[in-house]
């Protein structure tokens, strides 16, 4: 009895023995992989950070007239895949998306989202289908002289010479560029927002695009050394003002010679 009592210790003993090494074997298994294995946390860039909030933003604000997979809704708002960050940068910092209600042309408005947000949104519509980008740095490295000539020729016809904007037909007009920022300015002329055409790198190359930026820029903060603009908005109103003015001093003139005669 004595032998087979501690034959079933001996067995129980080493039931228990592979039971505890099995359990050793899964921990050791299970530390090794928590040691090693990527961390997603970890793999997380500023970017898929900027990604995912933007992700959260969309689907607060836009979804109604974009869609949720940003293809578009049929009368309410076309397709994001494939138009970059420059386009968020131009529509959503100036306030025209989101959009209030349709009509002829989005008007500028305080904007809804701050910039950060701005950029958040940016990196999720790019992250659907890239797209133009508005390259960092000073946008307003180029030439003056050159910058001047190219507005002239491409911009004045629609925003006039001045810069002031001008109409358009349908209802839709060329805005002023008062308060457009040099970012801003670039996105317009990467995406052709509305009514303006696209001018691409090939159309008009980076530095050709800081000219332009460099003599807007300038040019709206320039101050008029012969005396009032007068809105600077050309000829018309200097000659009424020239006319009416003139007119009574000329008649004041001459009343006043006739009655010293």
């Known amino acids: ?68 997979n940003a293809q578009g809704i049929t009368d309410r708002g076309p397709s994001l895949i494939g138009v970059g960050a420059a386009a968020v940068e131009f529509q959503v910092s100036t306030g025209r998306m989101p959009m209030a209600r349709q009509e002829a042309q989005a008007e500028r408005k305080p904007p809804q989202f701050n910039k950060e947000q701005t950029e958040q949104l ?74 303006m055409p696209v001018f691409g790198d090939n159309q008009l190359t980076p530095d050709e695009k800081k000219s332009i930026i460099a003599f807007v820029q300038n040019m709206k903060a320039e101050k008029d050394p012969g005396g009032m603009g007068l809105g600077r908005t050309g000829p018309v109103p200097e000659g009424l003002v020239i006319f009416v003015v003139g007119i009574v001093v000329l008649l004041f003139a001459t009343v006043w010679i006739a009655g010293k005669s």
């Open 1 to 68: 009895m004595i032998a087979s009592a501690g034959a079933r210790v001996r067995d129980r003993f080493r039931r228990s023995s592979g039971f505890v090494v099995l359990v050793l074997a899964l921990g050791l298994l299970g530390g090794a992989y928590t040691a090693f294995a990527p961390s997603s946390q970890a793999d997380e860039t500023p970017n898929s950070i900027a990604v995912r909030e933007g992700e959260k933003l969309y689907n607060g604000g836009c979804t109604t007239c974009h869609g949720r």
């Open 122 to 195: 940016a990196a999720f519509i790019d992250s659907l289908g890239g797209g133009p980008k508005v390259p960092e740095g000073n946008l307003r490295d180029g030439d003056l002289a050159q910058g001047g000539r190219l507005f002239r020729v491409n911009c004045s016809s629609c925003h006039g010479y001045t810069a002031n904007g001008g109409a358009l037909s349908s209802g839709k007009f060329a805005p002023a560029l008062d308060d457009v920022t040099d970012e801003q300015m670039y996105a317009a002329m990467l995406t052709g927002p509305q009514n």
